[in-house]
């Protein structure tokens, strides 16, 4: 009886010593290009960039003009606040991605980068409002 009592004693402590901790979340920071936004594809890719930066600033282009604003980050829930853009005159493709890149960026409430690498941008009631990948390095 005894050694029962040992044995499972001996047992829990090693499993308990092989816990594996679970890996931290994959860092949203940085250069994503813009690959959909309002489960539209993003189909001039060519300067859609959104920076997110360890500063809380945020920053990019979004097809049409360039942007910038700032962010909070609190686990996987996002706050981003009003965003300046610049103002050029641009074609109705880019003015219609422009539209819906800033419109997803409005109604932000949480981000979080996919195991496969791709950031996700979520309303608040789950629907995915932006896709990125991160720019090559």
């Known amino acids: ?4 009592l040992f044995a499972g004693s001996t047992l829990a402590v090693l499993l308990t010593g092989c816990a594996v901790a679970p890996a ?4 949203i920071h940085g250069t994503w290009v813009i690959e959909q936004a309002r489960a539209e594809p993003i189909l001039d890719k060519r300067r859609a960039r959104l920076v997110l930066g360890r500063d ?5 282009h979004n097809s049409c003009n360039a942007m910038s604003g700032s962010f909070t980050l609190e686990g996987d829930r996002i706050r981003i606040g009003p965003i300046a853009t610049t103002r050029m ?3 109705e493709l880019q003015r219609e991605q422009e539209d819906r ?4 960026l409005e109604l932000a409430v949480t981000a979080r980068v996919r195991p496969d690498g791709l950031l996700e941008i979520r309303d608040a009631d ?6 990125a990948t ?3 390095q």
């Not at 931290?24 to 860092?27: K, M, V, Y």
Request: net charge positive; aromatic share 4%.
């Open 1 to 4: 009886m005894k050694f029962t």
């Open 24 to 27: 931290p979340a994959p860092d």
């Open 56 to 60: 809380g600033r945020l920053s990019g």
């Open 89 to 91: 005159a641009c074609a």
């Open 101 to 104: 890149i800033l419109t997803a």
């Open 126 to 131: 789950g629907r995915g409002l932006l896709r």
């Open 134 to 136: 991160r720019e090559p």
